[in-house]
T-cell receptor
Framework: DAGVTQSPTHLIKTRGQHVTLRCSPI?????VSWYQQVLGQGPQFIFQ???????GRGNFPDRFSARQFPNYSSELNVNALLLGDSALYLC??????????????FGPGTRLTVT | KQEVTQIPAALSVPEGENLVLNCSFT??????LQWFRQDPGKGLTSLLL?????REQTSGRLNASLDKSSGRSTLYIAASQPGDSATYLC????????FGQGTTLQVKP
């Protein structure tokens, strides 16, 4: 079975631009979470979606938004990019919501560079 | 607010040594605790997951323990090899995964 997939693998954007990152969960998984990992730090929680509804949001500005589609795939959108948004963006899927014992499975990530 | 701390931040050992990586968390109300490995520029590879009702998990040369009452977890690596060189992250699951900053391990041949 395919694991969590993310696209694109790498992305270079200019300050002020908009970016959309995509994630496909493991088949059967209904929950998707997004994390940002800045170089040298541990991943930070951005959003969690379960059954197409937002179930959690981390301490990120409103420039960050996300949604989950009927097939449980998800998009993370970032507007008005700043240099500080350069990071590895990780997507994780799970059978159930975050408030559960189910393991989260991570995708390979999207490396975003803002110049 | 859950906080996860990993000590040490970096560790260098000769090949063959047994070693312990430490992870502490402030809120014992966790669903589980997970250890990951991350190679430079790469994503996360899950190593071990310990549910809150469990005390330890083992996989090959790796053993992870969990003590909720003291807010601590350890990852024990036996007979370390150069291929074990990577950053090791622990994450406590509350309503989301809270990660530590990681321990960067270098195993010298």
């Amino acid at each position: 079975d395919a694991g969590v997939t993310q696209s694109p693998t790498h992305l270079i954007k200019t300050r002020g631009q908009h970016v959309t990152l995509r994630c496909s969960p493991i088949s059967g998984h209904k929950s998707v979470s997004w994390y940002q990992q800045v170089l040298g730090q541990g991943p930070q929680f951005i959003f969690q979606y379960y059954e197409k509804e937002e179930r959690g949001r981390g301490n990120f500005p409103d420039r960050f938004s996300a949604r989950q589609f009927p097939n449980y795939s998800s998009e993370l959108n970032v507007n008005a990019l700043l240099l500080g948004d350069s990071a590895l963006y990780l997507c994780a899927s799970s059978l159930a919501g975050a408030a559960s014992y189910y393991e989260q499975y991570f995708g390979p990530g999207t490396r975003l560079t803002v110049t | 607010k859950q906080e996860v701390t990993q000590i040490p931040a970096a560790l260098s050992v000769p090949e063959g040594e047994n070693l312990v990586l430490n992870c502490s968390f402030t809120d014992s109300a966790i669903y589980n605790l997970q250890w990951f490995r991350q190679d430079p520029g790469k994503g996360l590879t899950s190593l071990l997951l310990i549910q809150s009702s469990q005390r330890e998990q083992t996989s090959g040369r790796l053993n992870a323990s969990l003590d909720k009452s003291s807010g601590r977890s350890t990852l024990y690596i036996a007979a370390s090899q150069p291929g074990d060189s990577a950053t090791y992250l622990c994450a406590a699951k509350t309503g989301k995964l809270i990660f530590g900053q990681g321990t960067t391990l270098q195993v010298k041949p």
